[in-house]
Every structure is written in structure tokens, then in C-alpha cells.
């Protein structure tokens, strides 16, 4: 079966670091586009950053500059790289795998990240 398993989230600094993992199994891993999704309490599930299995990525506006997503296709890990953390990126953190037609997509149980002073 497909596991995605998030680790990594914490208690930081504004202004600190985190880098999250996603520990991918259960079907190829570089056939698939990843992202990383969040969502703090009382908002809605918003879309961090993607990678697709060729290498791109994109971000959500909030982040750029910031945050840094990348793939390991050998050890079939999914990272965020996040500086200059701020309040606002306080959330649970969840890892992303695409869907084939007639597949469902797969999420992780979340990492939660708290950033405060």
C-alpha cells in the first residue's frame, strides 16, 4: 500500500529554520508530482509547493524566497527546506502524492510546525 509519512515539524523561533521530510513507499516514486499542503486552524487546506516528476516546482506567493522544495528520486524522500520562519506559517504540515485516473491522491497524517516567540 501507498504510506506517505511526514517528519521534521516543531517549535521555532520567528526568523529560525525546519526542514520537513516525506518518507514515500508502496509504488514508484519519480513518476509521481509531489507538493506540500498546509493548513492552520480555522483556514482552509492551502497548497505550499509543488514539484513535478521532471524537476519543477512552484510556490505560493506567501513563501517564495523562503522556502525550497526538492526530491530525492533514489531514497524517494520529499523535503521542504524553510527559512525565515514566520508567525503565519504556523499549520500542520501534510506531504502530497498525485492521483492516476482512476486512483486516489495520497496524503500523509501531517507534521505540525509552531512559530512563535
Known amino acids: 500500500q501507498v504510506q506517505l509519512v511526514e517528519s521534521g515539524g516543531g517549535l521555532v523561533q520567528p526568523g529560525g529554520s525546519l526542514r520537513l521530510s516525506c518518507a514515500a513507499s508502496g509504488r514508484v516514486f519519480s513518476l509521481y508530482a509531489m507538493g506540500w499542503y498546509r493548513q492552520a486552524p480555522g483556514k482552509q487546506r492551502e497548497l505550499v509547493a509543488e514539484i513535478s516528476k521532471g524537476g519543477r516546482t512552484n510556490y505560493v506567493d506567501s513563501v517564495k524566497g523562503r522556502f525550497a522544495i526538492s526530491r530525492d528520486n533514489v531514497e524517494s524522500i520529499l523535503y521542504l527546506q524553510m527559512t525565515n520562519l514566520k508567525p503565519e506559517d504556523t499549520a500542520v504540515y501534510y506531504c502530497?502524492?498525485?492521483?492516476?485516473?482512476?486512483?486516489?491522491?495520497?496524503w500523509g497524517q501531517g507534521t505540525h510546525v509552531s512559530v512563535s516567540s
Open positions: 502530497h502524492q498525485e492521483g492516476r485516473p482512476g486512483e486516489p491522491d495520497y
